[in-house]
Structures are given as C-alpha cells and as structure tokens.
C-alpha cells in the first residue's frame, strides 16, 4: 500500500512539474509596464531568435512567461516532443526554424502552442485572459 502511494506521489509530482511556467522577466526593462505584454511559451518550442535577434527562451520541460512590448513581432521557434504510440514505440517529432509573426496589444497575455498537422508543425496564438 505505501508502494502504491509513494508511486502515485511521484507520478502526481512529474505532471505537476510538466506544468510549470518558468518567467524570464521584462525581455526590454526601457520598455514602460503599461506598453508590455505577457508571452507564455508552450514548453515544446524553443525561440531562437526575437525581431532578429538571438535568444534563448526555453526552459527544458517547462513552459515559459516573458513580458514583451506590444506591436508586431518576429519569432524563429524550434519544436521538438516526444509521443508514445500505441505499441509503445517512442516517436520524436522536430521541426527547426518556424518563421512566425504576430501582432501584440500590451497589457494581454498570450499563449504560444504547437499544433502537428500532417508532417508540418502550425504555431498558434491564444489571448490567455
């Protein structure tokens, strides 16, 4: 019975984990609080770069929050997750230098997801709130 505890705790522990959101701060602290908006990553995407410029926004097994300023912006996003079939195979799944362009309004907060459609990789955007 402890066995099955300690085994539900830990597993309970891993998707709590799997969920997490590491924030990486103000990407522009020049920028005034009320011209920013709050990007979260989807932990299955890296962004290389941002309006041209190399970063590095990711956080291994978790999502990702930055406040960036509102206004249009350009994003190079690796994607990379492994899934498990239903033999039990494991498949990883990659796609590298996504070009992505969206338009921010500060002040919101938005969402970054990876959809897998067919053999290419769609990057969406959702207003979280």
């Known amino acids: 019975m402890k066995n099955k505890v300690l085994i539900m705790a830990i597993v309970v522990s891993a998707l709590y984990a799997g969920c997490l959101t590491t924030s990486l701060g103000v990407y522009d602290s020049s920028i005034p609080l009320e011209n920013l ?45 492994y899934e498990t079939t239903n033999r039990g195979q494991s498949v990883y799944y990659s796609a590298d230098s996504i070009d992505f362009t969206y338009d921010f309004v500060a002040g919101k907060t938005y969402l970054m997801t990876p959809q897998r459609v067919n053999r290419s990789v769609v990057i969406h955007i959702t207003e979280k709130y």
Not at 43 to 49: M, R, T, W, Y
Not at 59 to 81: C, K, L, T, W
Request: glycine content about 6%.
């Open 37 to 81: 908006c709050t990007l979260v990553v989807d932990a299955h995407l890296d962004v290389k770069e941002f309006d041209g410029k190399v970063v590095v926004w990711d956080a291994p097994m978790n999502n990702i929050s930055i406040q960036i300023p509102e206004g249009r912006h350009v994003f190079v996003i690796d994607y990379g997750e």
